[in-house]
Nanobody, 121 residues
Framework: QVQLVESGGGLVQPGGSLRLSCAAS????????MAWYRQAPGNQRELVAA???????NYADFAWGRFTISRDNAKNTVYLQMNSLKPEDTAVYYC???????????????WGQGTQITVSS
């Protein structure tokens, strides 16, 4: 089994930056792609960014130019650098991992517990 543990969430002012980390443990061989999703109250969970096994990245329109996803395979960790944060970025952010195909479609099989990001003055 795979366990994903997020860190780096918290309160930040509009225009500020945060970096999220997600460390994977367990059956790492089963992971190809990793991604970040987010869910605000009353909204469906939505993809923020994804990175495939070969390093290709995809971003939601709201994330383009502000957020950067990266991974360190030696540390089994994926990161999300978030800059120019806006109040509408407030949500619970979830780490996700699975096959390239799953990440590109419905999301991978493995999920972190989520970390709260609040953007407010």
């Amino acid at each position: 089994q795979v366990q994903l543990v997020e860190s780096g969430g918290g309160l930040v002012q509009p225009g500020g930056s945060l970096r999220l980390s997600c460390a994977a443990s367990g059956s790492i061989f089963s992971i190809e792609a990793m991604a970040w999703y987010r869910q605000a109250p009353g909204n469906q969970r939505e993809l923020v960014a994804a990175i495939t096994s070969h390093g290709s990245t995809n971003y939601a329109d709201f994330a383009w130019g502000r957020f950067t996803i990266s991974r360190d395979n030696a540390k089994n960790t994926v990161y999300l650098q978030m800059n120019s944060l806006k109040p509408e970025d407030t949500a619970v952010y979830y780490c996700n991992a699975g096959t390239d195909w799953a990440i590109a479609t419905t999301g991978g099989d493995y999920w972190g517990q989520g970390t709260q990001i609040t953007v407010s003055s």
